[in-house]
């Protein structure tokens, strides 16, 4: 990695200031043709002044991906979850969330699943000062909770998938997103979380959604972009099989992870959407 940095001397605690600095860098870069290369939901400040000083230096810098490093997007198919999921001829494998599958062949490209009661754990995804989502410390508040930063100082394995969930408006602006972690079936009685930031959901009620899934790698610079037509697909899928009508924007949109991002292109994605209540 490659990183732009404008040195910025600024008075501290003015993230105003900041702000203005990183849409000047952005104005600098996009005049160059080099703005898309830029990792923008990845900023750094570097302080290096003390607390009490009334000026000091600090930096201001984002990953920039060099030409040879740049990544593509892969067309495999999506890892089964056979090879994912523990079970007797996987036995080293993880432990997953349990649904039945339901067949619909008016959706062929679309997986109907009802998710069965189960405890998990969940967080908001908080933004920064640049109003960027802030997806690694929300998975580290849940990941401490498995590692036993919880009333019973109880280390537990983890359930797949990661379950990321925007809640979005009429306009498909997003108002909110969370993530969470499924808990095992063994712990009957699951801790609460000692970070006030993490919640215990137990015994939520099953629950019926529409899932498509996908493989391969997802470079940072164009997950929103890949995410956005896998939903787009989901729902084109939805409308023409009538198990969505036309012009209806999902109040919640989710996104299932099952893999790692070091697998490489023998990866796991899953767009979803929940199945509209009947009345």
Not at 157 to 180: C, R
Not at 201 to 224: C, D, L, Q
């Amino acid at each position: 990695k490659q990183w732009y940095q404008r040195r910025v001397a600024i008075t501290a605690g003015r993230h105003k200031l900041i702000r203005k600095q990183s849409k000047k860098m952005k104005e600098q870069l996009s005049s160059k043709g080099l703005s898309e290369k830029v990792q923008w939901n990845m900023p750094l400040i570097f302080d290096y002044g003390r607390p009490d000083d009334k000026v000091k230096r600090m930096e201001l810098a984002f990953p920039w991906i060099a030409d040879d490093e740049e990544e593509t997007e892969s067309t495999d198919d999506p890892k089964p979850l056979s090879q994912i999921c523990k079970s007797d001829k996987n036995p080293k494998g993880w432990e997953c969330a349990e649904f039945k599958e339901i067949k619909n062949p008016d959706i062929p490209n679309v997986q109907e699943r009802i998710y069965k009661s189960a405890n998990s754990v969940v967080t908001k995804i908080e933004t920064n000062i640049f109003g960027e989502a802030q997806y690694e410390e929300a998975l580290k508040r849940l990941e401490k909770y498995f590692n036993g930063h919880n009333n019973a100082n109880l280390t537990m394995e983890i359930v797949v998938p990661v379950t990321f969930t925007m809640e979005i408006d009429d306009n498909f602006v997003p108002v909110e997103k969370f993530v969470a972690h499924g808990i095992s079936v063994a712990v009957t009685d699951p801790p609460q979380p000692t970070d006030p930031k993490v919640y215990l959901m137990k015994n939520t009620p099953e629950f019926r959604v529409y899932v498509r899934a996908f493989g391969g790698v997802i470079p940072s610079a164009k997950s929103e972009e890949i995410y956005s037509r896998q939903f787009e697909l989901l729902m084109k899928d939805l409308i023409k099989g009538k198990a969505m009508a036309e012009n209806t924007v999902p109040p919640t949109l989710i996104t299932l992870e099952y893999t790692n991002p070091e697998e490489g292109s023998q990866q796991r994605h899953e767009v979803v959407i929940p199945k509209p209540q009947t009345t």
